[in-house]
DNA sequence: ATATAGTGTGTAATTTTTACACTAAGTAAT
DNA sequence: ATTACTTAGTGTAAAAATTACACACTATAT
């Protein structure tokens, strides 16, 4: 095993799984390696912990290098550190995770010198990922399928307004089955996170949905204690 | 911020929250420590990472340096890495939790060069601990009691043989509350992993409880599953 | 024999979860 | 303006899970 990397006996490394939702798709961030080692692969996006960032400091960072959001809900779940996990060398990575609405109004800028490009690639038909970050990207699906049992987080991948059926879709998708409209719509609107607005869905070929808004400050009353889905 | 540590830009450290309980009490195991900074104050027990090895492997390790056990249930659950949370340089560190029936058959033979002693101390009433540890502990102890309440892992800390009123107890201490015998009986039992023997609690000045054994096939099966408490 | 201390058990009321189908409203095409 | 189309929005009954609650039993010690 080389020590290819610059002056490393180990290093420290945040990889970011970013959730994002275009109203219709789950899809992933993932970037095309312009570098060996998996030159031409499409990997999870990450870097290097620098000296003087918190982890959650770096986190936000990276992904603010990598897609120009900030103030995004992001949290770190799991650590990689299998000695061979990086041919080159020891790297062990801290995985984060991030929940993103897609399209709408700001334009994602991805900019990475390491990458030919990045693009949001839906979570249904992935490519082979480099290195090992096809476990981590499992196992960070794995975990904000427990997460969005238990917390609105699903509120994240949304834009401010949105309808009842989007916010199920949402559940759908991440949760892999499909929910009864009744029940989930008794069920959230139980929660008390909802505002209803005065106002509809526009732009739709059929009758407009009512939107809502998600209560910001009765969330925060919820969060911490147990919900369930 | 001096970089006295050996050779480091930056350090990769396991700590490890060791919760045991010993039949009546849910303790931690700390250490005193013998050398600089926080000389005499009572820290998690913790180390290094070596080159070749997994997290898990370096956290067994650690476990059996310091305690002489092995084949414990353990689990990463969070990094730590504030810039100034050790005086010394950056030390980024992974917490793991484990959990431990204390007393009995097997002696603990905590062995540590750079601590004074070992102890198993009370979490009812803990000293100061050293750099961030209390916060590592606070978070360790907010983790299993989520995860408590969905998978059974109360099981660890107690002995094989044990009667139901231990293992209520156990769940009391953790959660922080009382629960009703009659109800957690009916729960606990529902779940299907308990098998009743045929023999009695030993020892006692007053009648003698049934005692149960953790089923292990059947609890293999349950895991995954969401079970709640 | 009696006092003591913890074991072990059932039921009714309440709450939560599940399964399930039709009418209402708006748009688009004619 | 009628019709066809598409999704929005709503209630109820049955089943399951949760809660609250009290007393008789059994082994031991004196």
Redesign the pocket.
């Known amino acids: 095993m080389e020590q290819i990397l610059p002056h490393l006996d180990s290093v420290f490394s945040i990889d970011c799984v970013l959730f994002g939702f275009d109203g219709k798709e789950l899809k992933i961030l993932l970037i095309e390696r312009n570098e060996e080692p998996f030159k031409d692969w499409w990997a999870l996006p990450g870097n290097i912990v620098g000296a003087d960032e918190s982890l959650d400091q770096s986190a936000s960072r990276i992904l603010y290098e990598l897609t120009g959001l900030r103030g995004i809900y992001m949290e770190q779940y799991y650590a990689f550190g299998d000695p061979g996990r990086h041919p080159q060398g020891r790297v062990i990575t801290l995985a984060y995770y991030a929940l993103i609405r897609l399209g709408g109004d700001k334009e994602l800028r991805p900019i990475s010198t390491y990458a030919k490009r990045a693009n949001w690639l839906p979570i249904k038909d992935l490519p082979k990922l480099a290195f090992d970050h096809q476990k981590i990207y499992d196992k960070g699906l794995e975990k904000i399928k427990r997460r969005i049992k238990h917390q609105p987080i699903a509120f994240e991948l949304l834009p401010e307004k949105f309808?009842?059926?989007q916010l199920q879709h949402v559940y759908e998708l991440i949760l892999g089955k499909k929910l009864?409209?009744?029940?989930f719509?008794?069920?959230i609107v139980?929660f008390g996170v909802l505002k209803e607005l005065d106002e509809?869905?526009k732009g739709?070929?059929?009758?407009?949905?009512?939107l809502y808004r998600f209560d910001k400050r009765r969330y925060a009353k919820l969060f911490g204690k147990e919900i369930?889905f």
């Open positions: 309808t009842l059926t009864d409209k009744r029940n719509r008794k069920k139980s509809k869905q739709v070929s059929y009758r407009a949905a009512t369930s």
